[in-house]
């Protein structure tokens, strides 16, 4: 009996608590989804428009013995000498999806077409009536809770009211087709992106990745975005007066970069910003844009931490376990500059360092905790 007992204690999956990131979990359609995707997006790249491309310049490469070809290899974990085939396979993927898809629209009629063609192929099958209902109820949900949350906050009754107002003009976008769609101009924010928040229509785009997002992981992702509508950018755009999280956005500093301006002015004298763009970062301290600050330098990264910061503290009174942002569980590779913190420190910092989300792991951070 007593044997017994201590096995169950021993094997009690409450004890046996895993890691966080030690097995994420994906949702169920997760696997399917990346079949169907890797499928159709190699019988793109095989097509006879495409491939003799793909194959050309990795021959180059490989006659040449490229360092890049071959860290790309070293990435992905595939050995040219011992796979060959997947090796040839994964690059046509590889070159199809950066050097074709993402020039789209790229002057060639034929191409165009197969890439409109590729898109709302995979627009279709994946991104069902089924999927965005689904996905509607979900983003309902988390909006209720980014009310409930503001409503019961000790933030001031007008800026209650503002952000209120800002979360309720907030909605999902979903491309049907292509050709007319806003990611004309971004295909690959569809194809190889989650979700993101476009500030000029209050939308959040709804990308392919979104697909593999467990129920919980879906929420906390819906809630960043939903804090992108009223985080210090947006606010110094729209409004007149304090942004009213400046004491979490004043802990929140303890971590995140500023954005570095020391070129803004050698940019205006240039004229590789407009007059009308110049002010517009100037009175707009925390914003970013494709165009400033270049690539390479530092963007400011607190409306990343803030929307992080608003979904952690949203769910304080929610039932949550450790899957709760397996995304951000994907080592992504962030350029220099980045907006974003790295993934682990998004973890750990942000989420981690607050109490209903320590319990869950062994690991504390509460010297990154902040609050009101
Ligand atoms: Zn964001």
């Known amino acids: 009996m007593a044997i017994r007992l201590l096995l169950i204690f021993l094997f009690s999956p409450i004890l046996a608590k895993a890691e966080i990131c030690e097995r994420p979990m994906w949702s169920d359609r997760a696997e399917s989804t990346k079949r ?16 003799p491309l793909a194959d050309d310049t990795l021959s180059k490469l ?76 979900q983003f309902l949900a988390a909006k209720k809770l980014a009310l409930q949350k503001i409503t019961n906050s000790p933030l001031e009754k007008d800026s209650k009211q503002i952000i209120i107002n800002k979360i309720n003009a907030v909605k999902l976008y ?61 606010w110094s755009q729209k409004e007149n007066s304090n942004w009213p999280f400046e004491k979490i956005g004043l802990c929140l500093r303890k971590f995140t970069l500023t954005r570095d301006d020391s070129r803004l002015e050698e940019f205006k004298t240039t004229g590789y910003l407009t007059e009308s763009e110049y002010l517009f970062f100037k009175k707009n301290q925390t914003c970013h844009n494709t165009k400033y600050p270049p690539s ?13 910061w608003f979904s952690a503290y949203a769910l304080s009174d929610e039932k949550i376990n450790i899957h709760f942002r397996d995304d951000l569980c994907e080592d992504k590779n962030r350029e220099p ?12 910092k942000i989420y981690l360092s607050q109490k209903h989300f320590s319990s869950l792991t062994k690991k504390k951070s509460d010297e990154f905790r902040c609050t009101f």
């Open 174 to 234: 979903f491309p049907e087709k292509l050709r007319g769609s806003k990611y004309e101009k971004s295909i690959l924010e569809f194809l190889n992106w989650g979700l993101a928040f476009d500030p000029n229509n209050d939308e959040i785009n709804v990308g392919l990745d979104t697909l593999k997002y467990n129920e919980q992981n879906l929420k906390v992702a819906l809630l960043h975005e939903i804090a992108h509508s009223f985080d210090t950018c947006r």
């Open 337 to 348: 500059g980045s907006s974003y913190l790295s993934n682990t420190d998004r973890l750990y």
């Open 296 to 308: 390479g330098i530092q963007k400011d990264q607190i409306t990343e931490t803030f929307a992080d």
């Open 36 to 51: 169907l995707f890797d499928k159709t997006l190699y019988q793109f790249a095989s097509s006879k428009d495409i491939a």
């Open 62 to 137: 490989a006659k040449a013995q490229s360092p890049t070809l071959i860290d790309w290899g070293k990435k992905r974990n595939i050995n040219p000498q011992t796979e060959p085939e997947k090796f040839a396979k994964e690059w046509r993927s590889y070159f199809a999806t950066q050097f074709i898809i993402s020039k789209y629209p790229t002057k060639v009629t034929a191409v165009d077409i197969l890439i409109e063609q590729h898109f709302d192929n995979l627009s279709e099958n994946l991104m069902t009536n089924q999927y965005k209902k689904y996905l509607n109820e």
